[in-house]
């Protein structure tokens, strides 16, 4: 992508030349809108660019264009407070704020982040890629501000209505009525999540939409409300009450009116000038103000614009005039696969069997299972808590629910596990996607904690995939386990193993192959690069191969076994070091006595690993074929010394 250069080679300011000329947003204040219409058609070109070299977020960036340059011209955000919900919406604001002569760089290891990075710019206040937690931050900062004799400092969120339904949001909207203070909740209603929007919020916001403000008949009707006669009877009082209704339900959003949060809307939000106008009357109102508008995911690329699912991340394109043109994806099918596979196996198989998803349809790619079994699919929307505790629900009655959610956003369920699942022993199963690292989505997205915060839990049997064919038998294990269970597998393609897999049986692990000087036990789909380790070294070292299988209950048997005679083990895991597998392991082998030193742990370290490819990400950790030789032979070694 050349940013920074045009493609007959010319610098950036030939292709960009506004873009080029900002040393940061602060310029903007006094661009007239047709500048900055300008401007935003060369973020649109930049963001296409882009998209002919790397998968990134393009549907949602595309929308929020405008949006972004009225927020900048309007607020000076080196002093007032922004925070994008969610984040994946932040390239035009990155290339309005000084980086983009570095944006070529976006979501590539060492360079820009492809979410908010406050390590970048003074701009970004949080590192985020969770959604729905902008309008709490921002209510904790506009109070800071406060105590801190900042009052000056205004504070705006931007909340996408696919992350608008999070409880979280709510509790926010809740503490901000009720504190009255100054801020501006901007609501960027595009009628989409990743996939179609979902929920009663959803429906209600397709109301607002059809407001007559929108469709600019509301003043006139206003009006005409104002001119009805009022006489002096009791009448009078119900004519009031229902002229105020009317008005209300005109003036719309009295979901936020009545929690104290003034509503305006819905606008155009990609009109400059009028979101300039609009946003200038923010400013003016005292207290908390909803601005409520309305855009197209994936604005100013047509295809993008009628298919913001397959754009939202879209794998590299080249766009041949206006028709994008992919390159095939070959290659082995991911765990994502094949887990999509199995559940929809085991709900054909199984009528008690229901699937939920929060807002990740696409992503755990579903579609098949939704089409197949509307009334058992069931997208809750980014709601991880709700969905876990809906699950339980469910299973209560005897359906077995599959919680169909990546590790990282199933952190926020975290207490519904405990109380609704675990703690009531209900036999939900958690099919944990994206569990390991995510590669460009970085430190927000990478599903690296799960090993750790879910075997804490009683009652919990955990387990992860080293080879395609393990996914649907440790589904089925699960669906006939009548105790909560959990299956972990990383955005990765899944290892075809010529091999005969041995039946799962809950707690036991499975021998891939022996050695005589020592182990490597991996968990999960690390089993390939401890299978191509064991080969490296042979002729020099004789190293078994156990594919472990289950994290909780950890096979005991399996952990002497392996450290017989002395042998030293090399524990082997897609997570974080503290709390994962190898303490497992170390645990299991301390409770029986044997003598750890023999045990050397092969993790991600105890920090938070930034974007990049996976396969240099897992390098970086010694998680490499290479890495876990280097790691058997200082282990052999040291037990020779020992
Ligand atoms: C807690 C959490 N769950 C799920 C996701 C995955 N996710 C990222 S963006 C997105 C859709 C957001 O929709 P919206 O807020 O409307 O933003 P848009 O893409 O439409 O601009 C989802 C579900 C996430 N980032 N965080
Ligand atoms: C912003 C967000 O959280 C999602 O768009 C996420 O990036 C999707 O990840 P996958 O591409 O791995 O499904
Ligand atoms: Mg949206």
Redesign the pocket.
């Known amino acids: 992508m050349k940013t920074t250069e045009s493609e007959s080679g010319h610098p950036g300011e030939l292709r960009h030349p506004l873009l080029a000329a900002l040393p940061d947003a602060r310029p903007l204040a006094g661009m007239s809108s047709e500048t900055l219409e300008k401007m935003g058609g060369e973020i649109r070109d930049v963001l296409c660019n882009l998209l002919a070299t790397r998968t990134a977020h393009f549907?949602?960036n595309l929308?929020?264009v405008e949006l972004c340059l009225a927020l900048h011209a309007e607020f000076d955000f080196q002093h007032d407070r922004l925070i994008w919900?969610?984040g994946?919406?932040i390239y035009p604001h990155k290339l309005v704020t000084g980086r983009y002569s570095q944006f070529e760089s976006i979501r590539t290891r060492g360079g820009l982040m492809g979410y908010p990075n406050p390590a970048e710019s003074p701009y970004d206040l949080f590192m985020t890629?969770?959604?729905?937690s902008s309008v709490s931050t921002a209510v904790g900062l506009r109070s800071g501000d406060i105590l801190t004799g900042q009052a000056d400092r205004r504070t705006v969120a931007v909340?996408?209505?696919?992350?608008?339904p999070?409880g979280i949001v709510f509790e926010a909207l809740n503490n901000a009525g009720a504190s009255k203070e100054d801020l501006t909740v901007v609501l960027?209603d595009?009628k989409?999540?990743?996939c179609h929007?979902t929920g009663a919020v959803a429906s209600y916001l397709d109301r607002l939409r059809n407001n007559p403000f929108y469709t600019g008949l509301k003043h006139e009707v206003v009006r005409l409300l104002d001119h009805v006669p009022m006489f002096g009877d009791p009448a009078e009082r119900l004519l009031a009450q229902m002229k105020e209704g009317v008005k209300a339900g005109l003036l719309g959003g009295m979901l936020f009116e009545e929690l104290d949060i003034r509503y305006i809307g819905p606008i155009d939000g990609h009109n400059i000038p009028l979101l300039r106008k609009y946003m200038k009357l923010c400013k003016e109102i005292e207290g908390p103000v909803l601005l409520h508008v309305v855009t197209e995911?994936g604005h100013g690329y047509k295809p993008a614009a009628e298919d913001p699912v397959f754009f939202?991340t879209p794998p590299a394109f080249e766009d041949r005039g206006g028709t994008p043109v992919t390159r095939g994806s070959e290659g082995r099918p991911p765990y994502t696969t094949h887990a999509r596979n199995a559940i929809g196996e085991a709900m054909k198989r199984d009528d008690r069997v229901t699937v939920i998803t929060?807002?990740?349809c696409q992503g755990n790619k579903l579609e098949p299972v939704r089409e197949r079994f509307p009334e058992r699919f069931f997208d809750v929307g980014?709601c991880?808590s709700h969905a876990v505790a809906f699950a339980a629900g469910q299973c209560k009655t005897g359906m077995r629910p599959i919680v169909d959610i990546y590790s990282t956003?199933l952190q926020?369920s975290f207490d519904q596990i405990f109380q609704e699942v675990v703690l009531q022993d209900l036999p939900v199963v958690f099919m944990m996607d994206r569990a390991g690292l995510t590669g460009p989505d970085g430190p927000t997205h990478h599903g690296v904690y799960d090993i750790g915060y879910m075997r804490v839990f009683p009652n919990l049997c955990l387990m992860a995939p080293g080879y395609a064919a393990e996914v649907p038998m440790m589904l089925d294990a699960c669906l006939s386990h009548d105790h909560p269970t959990g299956i972990r597998y990383p955005k990765a393609s899944a290892l075809e193993l010529d091999h005969t897999p041995a039946p799962i049986v809950m707690g036991k692990a499975e021998w891939i192959r022996e050695g005589d000087d020592g182990t490597i036990v991996a968990y999960g789909a690390m089993l390939e690069q401890a299978i191509a380790a064991a080969e490296k070294l042979e002729g020099e070292l004789s190293v078994g191969v156990v594919n472990a299988r289950f994290v909780k209950p950890i096979d005991h048997e399996m952990v002497a076994k392996s450290m017989a005679d002395g042998r030293f083990v090399v524990t082997l895991e897609e997570g974080t070091i503290v709390g994962g597998f190898g303490s497992a392991f170390l645990e299991s082998a301390a409770d029986q006595r044997l003598d750890t030193r023999q045990i050397h742990r092969l993790a991600l370290p105890d920090e938070f690993v930034e974007h990049g490819d996976r396969s240099d990400l897992l390098s970086d950790s010694s998680l490499s074929a290479e890495g876990i030789a280097d790691a058997c032979r200082n282990a052999a070694s040291n037990v020779s010394v020992g």
């Open positions: 549907a949602s929308g929020v919900d969610t994946h919406q890629g969770h959604a729905g909340i996408g209505d696919g992350a608008f999070s960027n595009n989409m999540s990743i929007r995911k939202h929060a807002a990740m980014i991880e956003f926020r």
